[in-house]
């Protein structure tokens, strides 16, 4: 099995920075693709950011140019800088994942996701 752990969610006023780490754990895997994504309440859960295994990046509209994504490969964590945050960044934010994992019979690509981190963004 392959697990994320995300961290760093928590309060800050607007204007002000977080920076949120997930990392990758298991045995016998590789990680392709990693993103983020957020769920405020009463919304649908959205992309906000997602890197390749290259370092390819995106972003969601609302977030460029504020937050910015990356990785460390050797350490299987993706991690999301976010700055100038607003109000309605207040979400709870998800790691998310495609992972190759080895099985008897031959690799199998699987989508695994973080428990969630709160970030809340005062006004």
């Known amino acids: 099995q392959v697990q994320l752990v995300e961290s760093g969610g928590g309060l800050v006023q607007a204007g002000g920075s977080l920076r949120l780490s997930c990392a990758a754990s298991g045995s016998t895997f590789r990680i392709n693709a990693m993103g983020w994504y957020r769920q405020a309440p009463g919304k649908q859960r959205e992309s906000v950011a997602a890197?390749?295994?290259?370092?390819?990046?995106n972003y969601a509209d609302s977030v460029k140019g504020r937050f910015t994504i990356s990785r460390d490969n050797a350490k299987n964590t993706v991690y999301l800088q976010m700055n100038s945050l607003k109000p309605e960044d207040t979400a709870v934010y998800y790691c998310?994942?495609?992972?190759?994992?080895?099985?008897?019979?031959?690799?199998?690509?699987?989508?695994?996701w973080g428990q969630g981190t709160q970030v809340t963004v005062s006004s």
């Open positions: 890197i390749s295994s290259g370092g390819s990046t």
């Open positions: 998310n994942a495609e992972a190759v994992v080895a099985r008897w019979y031959g690799d199998q690509t699987i989508d695994v």
